[in-house]
């Protein structure tokens, strides 16, 4: 049986909602243990992204699934394939300088979205960490962004 074609119509209205209050739990659970618990989602790495808000100033942090590739955090702005992109993209489009936290080392990195061939190059590792990215990409018009986060 294939994927279907959209998400369905109760995540979608969900999902976003859920997705922030998920996150903001396991932000807090993360920072409080330095990563021990909150640093795995479903046996995957995660890591803390903190992103400057572009209208607020703010700091304003998410814990995202990531892949290591060297001295770079790769990131999947998936959104459960939803067809619009997260908030923290914004964010650091209009900002590129984020921190990424992994365990209890916090690290200032600059952040962009990885051109086309990047991506092709990038996307079957991530979908081989994640096989669900496919599936939300499946879901969704919009190309998924991958985000790599380079040391500043």
């Known amino acids: 049986m294939s994927s279907p074609k959209r998400p369905p119509v109760l995540?979608?209205?969900l999902a976003p909602r859920l997705m922030k209050w998920y996150s903001k739990?396991?932000?807090a659970i993360y920072r409080a243990t330095g990563g021990r618990i909150g640093g795995r989602e479903l046996g995957l790495p995660v890591c803390l992204l903190t992103t400057t808000?572009?209208?607020s100033g703010l700091p304003r942090t998410r814990a995202l699934v990531y892949l290591a590739d060297g001295d770079r955090v790769v990131l999947v702005a998936a959104q459960g394939g939803l067809p619009t992109q997260p908030?923290?993209?914004?964010?650091l489009l209009a900002n590129p300088e984020v921190q990424v936290q992994i365990g209890s080392q916090i690290r200032?990195?600059?952040a962009r979205v990885a051109d086309d061939a990047e991506r092709a190059q990038l996307w079957p590792r991530l979908v081989a960490l994640n096989p669900r990215w496919a599936r939300f990409q499946s879901w969704t018009d919009r190309v998924i962004?991958?985000?790599v986060c380079?040391?500043?």
Not at 87 to 91: A, E, I, K, L, P
């Open 25 to 27: 739990i396991n932000v």
């Open 145 to 147: 962004p991958v985000v």
């Open 53 to 55: 808000g572009r209208k």
């Open 11 to 13: 995540f979608s209205l």
């Open 108 to 110: 200032s990195m600059r």
């Open 150 to 152: 380079e040391p500043a």
């Open 87 to 91: 908030q923290w993209v914004h964010n």
